[in-house]
């Protein structure tokens, strides 16, 4: 316990460590998914359009809005302004053309999507809302018994099983499942519903086409979200080198642009092997973004950046959040052997 005095003299040193802290230069990452509104949102994906543009509105007035691409260059050299905010979004969603590019043009602020590159022939949504669609989008309960197989366990509901009881346990299971099993999981159930996989035009990813269009505008820049959207550290180093790879490849043929930019999917401590960034980094991006919270400081690891999801809230409330968040000195390592899923690095909401 301290005494009176000790605490006498601490007290200004805690002020000026403080007052040195806010000195430093820092950034900010935020993190985003969607700017849409649908009917189930079980993750809590989507910010609405007009939430989005007070967003943009806050951060043209009161940040420095930097692309990406210019983040690793300017922590080297400590060239950073004051109150730095980065924009990425995750998984290439069509609004991000549609939506997000026109609203991105109209502020006339720079943004960077990944792109999940094994979704783009426009087939099929990505398979977290193909799974919604078949369970939360059918009502309530199941109508009749339902039996799956699940890397080679049988899981079972009776009529009348809450159908959020079902999304959550595939949902869990198909997490960490290879690109095939989850193709023939939803298969099955679809199977069971006796109906086909369609594509929703509000959950569809974007198309090749799309992604072209996307990469060529003013102030969206397009990056690399692997292949098929796996959990990394869930598959051998082959696979998840090729999943590096390729998303990289096919996307800098479809852009025409460098893709060195990667947004880990899933980005959790335990989502990323402790071998992962030595792979990214020999697969050629030099930049990497993960899903802990943190801000960016000089001597960041490049391969580990923090982000922030900023949620479906208004301008003032973002203004908010962001002041404060500027005043949080915590900065994430990279992982070192699999912290537990939870712990107080990780972002709020299971992210996709």
């Known amino acids: 316990m301290q005494t009176p005095i000790a605490s006498m003299f601490n007290r200004p040193r805690r002020?000026?460590?403080?007052?040195?802290?806010?000195s430093r230069p820092r950034a900010v990452i935020l993190m985003y998914h969607r700017v849409a509104q649908v009917a189930e949102d079980p993750h809590g994906l989507c910010v609405s359009p007009e939430h989005f543009a007070e967003h943009l509105d806050v951060l043209r007035r009161r940040f420095s809005v930097i692309a990406l691409r210019e983040l690793p260059a300017r922590l080297r050299e400590g060239r950073?302004?004051?109150?730095?905010?980065?924009i990425t979004f995750d998984d290439g969603y069509a609004d991000s053309l549609h939506t997000v590019s026109p609203l991105c043009e109209r502020f006339d602020l720079p943004a960077t999507v990944f792109v999940t590159a094994?979704?783009?022939?426009?087939?099929?949504?990505?398979?977290?809302?193909?799974?919604?669609?078949?369970?939360?989008?059918?009502?309530?309960?199941?109508?009749?018994?339902?039996?799956?197989?699940?890397?080679?366990?049988?899981?079972?509901?009776p009529t009348g099983a809450p159908?959020?009881?079902?999304?959550?346990?595939?949902?869990?299971?198909?997490?960490?499942?290879?690109?095939?099993?989850?193709?023939?999981?939803?298969?099955?159930?679809?199977?069971?519903?006796g109906t086909g996989r369609g594509v929703r035009e509000d959950h569809r990813p974007l198309i090749e086409g799309e992604c072209r269009q996307l990469a060529a505008s003013r102030r969206v820049d397009v990056q690399s979200h692997t292949v098929h959207h796996l959990w990394l550290a869930a598959h051998p180093a082959a696979v998840q080198a090729n999943e590096l790879r390729?998303?990289?490849?096919?996307?800098?043929?479809?852009?025409?642009?460098?893709?060195?930019?990667?947004?880990?999917?899933?980005?959790?401590?335990?989502?990323?092997?402790?071998?992962?960034?030595?792979?990214?980094?020999?697969?050629?991006?030099?930049?990497?973004?993960?899903?802990?919270?943190?801000?960016?400081?000089?001597?960041?690891d490049p391969l580990w950046l923090p982000r922030h999801v900023p949620g479906d809230v208004d301008g003032e409330e973002l203004m908010r959040r962001l002041s404060g968040f500027f005043d949080d000195f915590a900065a994430p390592q990279p992982p070192r052997g699999g912290a537990p899923r939870g712990t107080p690095e990780v972002n709020d909401k299971e992210l996709m």
């Not at 002020?15 to 806010?22: C, D, E, F, M, T």
């Not at 099929?124 to 009749?144: I, K, V």
């Not at 959020?164 to 519903?193: F, G, K, S």
């Open 15 to 22: 002020v000026l460590k403080r007052l040195w802290q806010r």
């Open 80 to 86: 950073l302004p004051r109150r730095t905010v980065v």
């Open 118 to 157: 094994g979704y783009l022939d426009g087939r099929r949504e990505f398979w977290w809302d193909d799974l919604e669609a078949q369970t939360l989008g059918r009502g309530m309960a199941t109508a009749r018994d339902l039996e799956l197989e699940v890397n080679g366990d049988r899981l079972s509901w």
């Open 163 to 193: 159908l959020r009881e079902v999304y959550d346990t595939l949902h869990m299971r198909l997490r960490p499942a290879a690109a095939e099993t989850r193709e023939r999981v939803l298969n099955d159930l679809a199977h069971w519903q």
């Open 246 to 300: 390729e998303s990289r490849q096919r996307l800098a043929e479809i852009t025409g642009r460098p893709i060195t930019v990667l947004a880990y999917p899933y980005g959790f401590r335990d989502a990323v092997a402790p071998g992962t960034l030595a792979l990214v980094r020999e697969a050629g991006y030099s930049a990497a973004c993960a899903t802990v919270r943190g801000q960016v400081m000089r001597g960041a």
